[in-house]
């Protein structure tokens, strides 16, 4: 009987990798048990010593620390993803931004990738317009993805749950649930335009080479693999 792999993932893998894994499993007879959440804490899970096999993170800062402590055989990068914005209000990406009444609810900053991709977005933004991105840092709550930020119930997409809530008026987080979002009747999904744009890589970090893990770090580097993050709004591997 095919051993198990204990997979560490981001939370935002956990549609594509729902249906990826369970493909996986059905072709190959390994199970895979999954545990999803802010990859800064995941990372840090591991450095404390607790079983994983391989690591699934929304960044490649996290494998690479991994891999320099040689708490990682190797690291490889197997998605892209971007930034957008999902407000109650209608309006263009620039003007929600700049509207200094408008509330902005973020990922946190070091346990989430998602929150680091966001700074380094006020960053571009400062590029574009000169103080923009210190005004949108100082008003940015981080809500979600932290050791004690707010609870999103199951089944939720937290950008909407948190509008909806009342905790924000616009929120910034990964362009991937675009589909999704554009179904909800009372938000707003609003794409930032490629050029002021992150670009967000997601990388694996193998712990254990063994046999089954390598054929699942193949299976999602594979045609088959790739079709379920792309069919989830992920940007394919060699879109760079």
């Keep these: 009987m095919p051993s198990s792999i204990t997979l560490f993932a981001a ?36 450095e404390a010593g607790e079983p994983c096999t391989l690591f699934a993170s ?17 690291t490889q990068t197997f998605s892209w993803n971007q930034l957008s ?34 700074r380094a977005f006020f960053d571009n933004m400062d590029v574009l317009e000169p103080g923009l991105g210190q005004q949108l840092r100082a008003r940015a709550i981080p809500l979600v993805g932290g050791r004690d930020t707010v609870r999103i119930p199951q089944g939720e997409l937290a950008s909407a749950w948190i509008l909806r809530q009342g905790f924000a ?14 179904a909800q009747p009372d938000v707003h999904y609003v794409a930032i335009p490629d050029e002021h744009n ?39 591997l060699n879109d760079e």
Excluded at 93 to 100: E, N
Excluded at 218 to 230: M, V
Aim: proline share 5%; net charge neutral.
């Design 11 to 46: 939370g935002s893998l956990r549609l594509p990798f729902t249906t990826l894994l369970s493909q996986f499993t059905h072709q190959s007879g390994i199970d895979v048990k999954v545990e999803y959440g802010p990859a800064g804490l995941l990372r840090e899970r591991i």
């Design 58 to 74: 929304a960044n490649r800062e996290h494998p690479q620390r991994l891999l320099a402590q040689q708490k990682a055989a190797f």
């Design 85 to 118: 914005l999902v407000s109650n209000r209608a309006g263009g990406w620039l003007d929600l931004l700049r509207d200094p009444t408008l509330r902005i609810a973020t990922s946190t900053p070091g346990c989430d990738p998602s929150g680091d991709y966001t």
């Design 169 to 182: 008026d616009l929120f910034i987080g990964y362009a991937h649930y675009a589909h999704a979002l554009r």
């Design 198 to 236: 992150i670009r967000c890589e997601y990388q694996l970090a193998v712990i254990d080479a063994s046999q089954e893990v390598m054929a699942l770090v193949e299976f999602i580097l594979s045609r088959s693999g790739q079709a379920f993050l792309t069919a989830a709004g992920f940007l394919p």
